[in-house]
């Protein structure tokens, strides 16, 4: 259907465009990836979400956010202060590992340009947080994980509240997993039990062949329980999500203490009580407990093993290696329902408005429709794993204008491929007011030849003065393979 030229003040929900420079020209947004994982692997510890409040005291050191900064060649957990003192120094010992801390007042973030950006990382550890992630941190960390990050999540037991806020790890973690604008539909395989049990020693399950429970650092029979919490696994959600120790007199799906799962490119790991990695040499004030090195445990083992599963270093378990390509669909908010979310866009591009048809759901991508000089721009930055040989860009696409010339291309849509700095490193396609047809058409073009790098995939409509073009687009996919 033809359709008129539209107001600039068209009939659309408001949408907030994120990060769009007053050019037009592309941004890098919270959707690249960290590079595959690599000799140091890097690992940053949050404090920035009351970590220590109470009686927790769960930083590697005091020094943050370099904890080289306390002591450059640790030798003992008291080397650094902090209750997983422990956790740090021993993977410091290696050699293998670069450590950071987000420090208190910090926001997570991905795809900006801090030092302490999850871009930059291979592994982001929760240790118990105890504030809420904002929408825009859940974004970062859903997106970090899908891409290749590793996820290791660390709870206590209901109730936990050491900030008195009203929220505690368990409902923090859920919320993450349930209230995000990647995936809110149980991605992980698993939600954490709102329960409180006192003690217990959670046995491993028997799997030689498993690169957490049997590692580099050794091997894993037992955890610590002294008050904590479970989860409760739904393989029909996500068929990746295992329990690897459970609470005595549980298995399958009930009483998982510690489990891991993937998503996207990325691997998770959850713990359901931080007692295990608490050292008892934080800072003063503390009351702390030796859960580290509990003798009837093998807390150690299974936090440092975790550690280098998460950060791609074993040889066999999920996705997110340097390796490996796990098959997955990259592109955040692909079909544009969850409003401006992971895009950048001109404003009122994404829209629900009647005046054009969604090809499924309620929202779709409009540029230009003006009828007078408009240039609309529509972007997402993303990371294409190195290990994967087949990358296939898609959208669908329906133009209609009021352009009645059959030879002159007067509005134009470029599909570009740039780099993080806005270098055009190769225009896909241009599609013009010659293309107007009734419906929508899948295009798809081939990004294999980008593998292994952050790129910025951005649309760009141009309008002339006179008589409107509509460009929309819905239903964007990556795939990749």
């Known amino acids: 259907m033809l359709q008129l030229p539209r107001s600039r003040h068209r009939l659309t929900t408001a949408v907030t465009v994120f990060g769009l420079l007053a050019t037009g020209a592309a941004v890098q947004v919270a959707t690249v990836t960290p590079a595959a994982a690599a000799t140091p692997h890097r690992v940053l510890f949050d404090n920035a979400h009351a970590e220590t409040a109470g009686n927790a005291d769960w930083i590697i050191s005091t020094s943050q956010p370099d904890p080289l900064g306390q002591d450059a060649s640790p030798s003992a957990e008291t080397d650094w202060t902090g209750a997983i003192s422990s956790w740090g120094v021993a993977l410091q010992k290696t050699g293998d590992y670069s450590l950071k801390t987000l420090p208190s007042g910090s926001s997570l973030t991905y795809g900006g340009s801090g030092a302490q950006d999850l871009a930059n990382f291979d592994t982001l550890v929760l240790p118990e947080p105890n504030t809420l992630f904002t929408t825009a941190e859940k974004t970062a960390i859903m997106n970090f994980v899908k891409n290749g990050g590793g996820l290791f999540m ?5 109730g936990a509240d050491r900030n008195n806020d009203g929220e505690d790890a368990v409902e923090i973690l859920n919320d993450l997993m349930t209230d995000n604008s990647v995936d809110s539909t149980d991605p992980f395989g698993f939600s954490i039990d709102s329960l409180s049990i006192s003690s217990d020693y959670p046995s491993a399950i028997s799997d030689s062949t498993n690169a957490v429970l049997h590692g580099s ?13 479970t989860a ?11 329990g690897l120790l459970y609470r005595t007199g549980y298995s399958g799906n009930t009483g998982a203490f510690f489990a891991t799962s993937t998503f996207g490119s990325g691997r998770v790991a959850f713990w359901g009580d931080s007692s295990p990695i608490d050292d008892d040499t934080g800072q003063s004030g503390n009351t702390l407990y030796d859960g580290w090195n509990d003798s009837g445990a093998t807390n150690a083992a299974l936090a440092l093993n975790a550690t280098e599963w998460l950060a791609g270093g074993s040889s066999s378990g999920g996705g997110g290696g340097g390796s490996t390509c796990t098959a997955a669909q990259l592109l955040g908010n692909n079909g544009f329902e969850s409003g401006s979310t992971t895009w950048s866009a001109s404003s009122g591009v994404i829209t629900n408005s009647s005046s054009q048809s969604a090809r499924s759901g309620s929202y779709y ?15 997402q930055s993303v990371t294409i794993p ?3 040989t087949t990358a296939t860009l898609s959208f669908y696409l329906h133009v209609d204008t009021a352009e009645t010339t059959t030879s002159t291309a007067y509005d ?3 599909v570009q491929v740039l780099n993080s700095s806005g270098t055009v490193l190769g225009t896909l396609a241009t599609y013009s007011n010659l293309n107007a047809a009734s419906g929508y058409t899948q295009r798809s073009f081939s990004l294999a030849s980008y593998a292994g790098q952050t790129v910025t995939l951005k649309f760009t409509g141009t309008e002339g003065s006179t008589l409107q073009t509509s460009f929309v687009i819905d239903d964007t996919a990556l795939n990749v393979s």
């Open 217 to 229: 650092f050794g091997t894993v029979t037992k955890s610590l329980i002294a008050s904590g919490t």
């Open 365 to 379: 991508a409009w540029l230009d429709g003006y009828g007078s000089a408009r240039t609309d721009t529509l972007a």
């Open 154 to 158: 660390i709870s206590d037991h209901t």
């Open 232 to 242: 409760t696994l739904k393989p029909a959600d996500n068929s990746s999500v295992k």
């Open 386 to 388: 190195s290990a994967c």
């Open 412 to 414: 134009t849509l470029k």
